[in-house]
């Protein structure tokens, strides 16, 4: 395998500097990964070992930083921003990088820049409310899709974010999570309390009220503020005491990761950074590696997950023809049921998003491990259209690499022979038995590749003089080195 080298082509230049058809890398002499297939995604499977990262994820990734791409790295391995500085300097992109981690002066206020971003769809509560539920979903992660009560309580839930997040937008033109909290804990407990002259001068929700009820305001904010007293002054003071306890308790304690010290400071005090850096070429690594850093850092990696893969969305192509990747190893660790959808239309933001994980079981219990996370995952694995399988002793996915690549009708021959029991004179002569044989031909539809190949693929290192193998999977590719949809590819870890 060799690396297609990236030249840039003159500005007053007929086609766009990016083009679908450009070559980012060859698969072999005859066979090349173009921008378009990468737009498309990839997964890369292989067990620990199996030099997935070393080898194609090595290569996938300096083909796009050759390329321009910029990107968002998640991390999961503390040697991962090691890596990746590697990647930048091999890749002349050292100036590029932007590392966001606990050593670093970046800042990303993720609910305040969905607020007051620019462009349409800037500032509706609704998808603020969507994406704090989206980033606060790996809490959630093995509790199952909750019956008709459990529902009710997500529903009262977000209605009491969505309420308090327009109160604070109104008030105070920002929207934190260390604000929403302290609104939130402030609320009136009854309608008792709502004519106590001691909560409301006490009470931060009942001065964001009153700072709301003098600003100026348009037609369509003041209806939304009639609806946000109301729900304060009279529907919620109005729940029962038990009612009540539980809408609070369940918010609060899903925001209270967010409140606290690391997470507070780099996601909820000012904003120098934001997913739209990707766009000018910026390769943004989320230096808090999940091993080292736990539920703190997959949060952080989600959060900037989501919010990267929103603002991708909407970006006008057109102005901003730069591709972008979204990156994770250990991809489990990162996701969401929301990946699935992104999937079905990034195509046409050019984001090409690139997963490794161990295997898919890995992914299935991410999800939840029930129907709806495998259904979820099958999307998913569906629209990642490249696919890199490597080293691997997981029955399931071996098998399923193997159904993808599917089964050709093959040939089996067979044969038999028998034997009469010799009398005792015709041993004496030394001559043979009686006896007959037969053979023949089947035909069956078999795996092309059959699932333990897999397990005896190079996992590079010097025993294998830096060589690691895969076998790669196209959808709707034929491939003219093989003639048939898998290329089994060498890659160097050199």
């Not at 694995?381 to 009708?409: M, Q, Y």
Request: include cysteine; hydrophobic fraction near 40%.
């Amino acid at each position: 395998m060799r690396l297609w080298p990236f030249r840039r082509r003159s500005r007053d230049a007929a086609r766009p500097r990016w083009d679908l058809s450009d070559t980012l890398l060859h698969w072999s002499r005859h066979d090349a990964w173009s921008l378009r297939d990468a737009v498309e995604g990839t997964i890369v499977v292989g067990a620990t070992g199996s030099g997935k990262s070393s080898g194609s994820g090595r290569a996938i990734a300096l083909a796009m930083l050759r390329s321009g791409f910029g990107g968002l790295v998640l991390t999961a391995k503390p040697d991962d921003l090691a890596t990746w500085q590697r990647h930048c300097r091999e890749a002349g992109r050292e100036d590029d990088l932007r590392v966001f981690g606990p050593d670093s002066e970046l800042r990303f206020g993720f609910l305040d820049y969905e607020l007051n971003r620019p462009g349409r769809g800037a500032g509706l509560t609704e998808n603020i409310v969507q994406l704090l539920s989206a980033v606060l979903e790996v809490a959630e992660r093995g509790s199952g899709t909750g019956g008709d009560g459990e529902q009710y309580w997500k529903r009262a839930q977000a209605q009491l974010a969505r309420n308090a997040i327009d109160l604070l937008s109104m008030a105070t033109g920002r929207v934190t999570v260390p604000e929403l909290y302290k609104l939130v804990i402030s609320a009136p407990a009854s309608r008792e309390q709502v004519r106590s002259d001691d909560w409301r001068a006490s009470s931060f929700c009942f001065r964001c009220l009153g700072d709301a009820d003098r600003r100026e305001k348009s037609p369509e904010q003041a209806r939304d503020f009639e609806l946000v007293a109301d729900y304060f002054l009279v529907e919620f003071a109005a729940l029962s005491d038990r009612t009540r306890s539980v809408v609070v308790s369940s918010f609060t304690s899903t925001v209270d990761i967010l409140n606290r010290s690391l997470l507070r400071e780099l996601f909820c005090t000012t904003t120098n950074i934001t997913p739209a850096a990707a766009e000018e070429g910026a390769i943004i690594v989320i230096d808090l590696p999940v091993k080292l850093f736990a539920e703190v850092g997959q949060f952080a990696q989600v959060l900037w997950k989501t919010a990267f893969q929103r603002s991708i969305e909407r970006r006008n192509i057109e102005a901003s023809p730069r591709p972008v990747f979204l990156w994770a190893d250990e991809a489990q660790h990162v996701i969401t049921s929301g990946d699935a959808m992104f999937q079905t239309t990034c195509r046409s933001s050019r984001a090409a998003t690139c997963y490794l994980t161990q295997n898919i079981s890995n992914v299935y219990a991410a999800l939840g491990g029930s129907e709806k996370g495998r259904v979820e995952a099958a999307s998913l694995f569906g629209n990642l259209n490249t696919k890199v399988f490597h080293c691997n002793s997981d029955p399931v996915t071996n098998e399923w690499a193997a159904g993808l690549i599917g089964r050709t009708r093959q040939a089996f021959a067979n044969a038999s022979n028998s034997h009469t029991a010799e009398d005792q004179m015709t041993s004496l002569l030394g001559l043979p038995g009686a006896g007959g044989g037969n053979s023949g031909f089947s035909e069956s539809y078999e795996f092309e590749v059959q699932p333990r190949a897999f397990t005896q693929l190079r996992t590079g290192g010097p025993e294998h003089r830096w060589c690691v193998d895969g076998i790669v999977f196209q959808n709707g590719k034929s491939f003219r080195a093989s003639g048939t949809n898998w290329l089994p590819v060498a890659f160097s870890q050199r």
